[in-house]
């Protein structure tokens, strides 16, 4: 018998390291691997490819007699059997830091590809696949490298960003903490591409065990990349540097606030040189789109959005988790048929899609498609993919409060618009939490609302309108009490 755990964080704050230990104190054999993201089954066992879980100590002695009851095989559970898993192909199968598993599992297959063929086809590749960039704006990540490789210039950067700071979001965290090489192999080859010698992984210090996999992975394949060098930069958790220009200050050492575009960091960007700069899920998506094609991986998906999103489902979810789908299913299957609804069993009122800056969604329109155009036609967002869940008993006056306070609290303080607005907004929606010239006041929100989104410089100010006037429009009833 060969056990299998995950070491992956949320594992590891459901006590994965004790029945772990409890396994190899019976003489099992043990290996702590990625997680397979069925969060609600953690601590998850594998035990020859049947799962166990969620798993406490006092269960192990159970499970090595074969008492215990399992939840079948894992890969034919309905929520894995459903999922198209491409950027997830390895999850809950290797060891993260193993060179040996990921080489096993096709790793380095798409370095070897781009090498073959090429800067110039590697970028035609790419543009061919369709990736957009799945940090949040949905910009074609081919465009994005083109210009830099057309770019003249004695120095390029590729710069990973993984300043995951979206609610519901830990897509970037799972990758970094369980398939750190495939993230590593995808930044070499956008090295490759666009002509770059160097890359930056910018983490958020809040995860310590991405930071730990990221560095040990770098040291353990520095050999493969090589010209190409990979370092990894910590992040003091400003949740304003998830903007790219930003981030690039906080790179150069300087206050994490936004910059003026133009230039573009395509073109001026770290240290004022051609930069490309992509989310975590979109350079790990590069790998498996040089080994398979361009075109295989448009297959996936509709309209203008190609390829799978790894959804993030948490808040007052009964099976949270991570669910690799391509795009096109609908909001409603991901809440009431993957989520399995809530957790609380009360009704869901509405779900947040694309973390504190999203829209507030009801059931009304969980018809809509997973697609960027179709969320944007909704005035909505599909962001990072985390969709947080709400039963009936959510305030939603409480909630756009919320998303006024969080940008009075992470603004940069650059622009006006955001800094001043947000401010103004807690008062506003203060008065009218407290009754007071409601009517009025709702007015002046709707304005306040349409100068922060089109005068902030960044999403922060620009998009926290969203969950704003979407609990208006969608919730009258919770601000005329």
């Not at 190899?24 to 089954?41: C, D, F, N, P, Q």
């Not at 594998?46 to 192990?60: E, H, I, K, M, S």
Request: hydrophobic fraction near 45%; charge should be negative; glycine fraction near 12%.
């Amino acid at each position: 018998m060969k056990v299998r755990i995950s070491d992956d964080a949320l594992a590891l704050a459901c006590g994965a390291d004790a029945v772990a230990a409890a396994f190899e104190k019976a003489g099992i054999e043990t290996e702590r691997v990625s997680s397979w993201g069925m969060h609600w089954l953690e601590p998850l066992v594998d035990v020859d490819g049947v799962g166990y879980g969620p798993v406490t100590v006092d269960q192990v002695a159970a499970i090595i007699d074969g008492t215990a009851q399992s939840i079948g095989r894992i890969e034919e559970h309905p929520f894995i059997a459903k999922q198209s898993r491409l950027t997830f192909m390895r999850a809950g199968k290797t060891r993260p830091t193993s060179l040996d598993d990921y080489y096993s599992s096709d790793g380095w297959l798409g370095l070897a590809k781009a090498r073959e063929v090429g800067a110039e086809t590697t970028v035609a590749m790419i543009l061919a696949s369709g990736l957009r960039g799945r940090g949040g704006a949905g910009f074609p990540a081919g465009i994005k490298w083109k210009t830099v490789a057309d770019a003249t210039a004695d120095q390029k950067y590729i710069v990973c960003n993984a300043d995951e700071g979206d609610s519901a979001t830990f897509a970037d965290r799972m990758v970094m903490e369980g398939d750190p090489f495939m993230l590593i192999e995808g930044m070499a080859i956008a090295g490759l591409a666009v002509g770059a010698n160097k890359g930056f992984v910018y983490i958020r210090s809040e995860y310590p065990h991405a930071i730990a996999k990221m560095e040990a992975a770098i040291k353990a394949c520095a050999h493969l990349i090589a010209p190409f060098v990979v370092e990894v930069r910590v992040g003091a958790g400003a949740y304003v540097c998830g903007e790219e220009t930003s981030l690039l200050n906080s790179l150069e050492g300087k206050r994490g606030e936004v910059r003026a575009k133009p230039p573009l960091p395509a073109l001026e960007g770290l240290f004022g040189k051609p930069t490309v700069v992509n989310n975590v899920l979109t350079l790990a998506a590069v790998p498996w789109i040089m080994t398979h094609g361009g075109e295989a991986y448009a297959a996936f998906g509709m309209g203008r959005s190609k390829g799978t999103m790894p959804v993030q489902l948490a808040g007052n979810v009964k099976y949270g988790g991570l669910f690799e789908v391509a795009f096109g299913i609908t909001l409603g299957e991901l809440v009431n048929e993957i989520g399995g609804g809530t957790d609380s069993g009360r009704p869901v009122r509405c779900v947040q899609v694309g973390g504190p800056l999203g829209a507030y969604i009801p059931p009304s329109q969980f018809d809509l498609p997973f697609d960027y155009e179709a969320f944007a036609a909704a005035d909505a967002l599909i962001g990072h993919a985390g969709i947080t869940i709400f039963d009936d008993g959510v305030d939603m006056a409480q909630m756009a409060r919320f998303a006024m306070e969080f940008c009075a609290a992470e603004s940069c303080g650059k622009c006006t618009p955001c800094r001043l607005g947000s401010t103004r907004g807690v008062e506003t929606i203060d008065q009218i939490i407290a009754g007071k010239n409601v009517d009025e006041n709702l007015e002046l929100i709707a304005d306040l609302s349409e100068t922060m989104k089109y005068g902030s410089l960044c999403a922060l100010g620009g998009f926290t309108p969203y969950p704003v006037m979407s609990a208006i429009r969608h919730f009258p009833e919770d601000f005329k009490k």
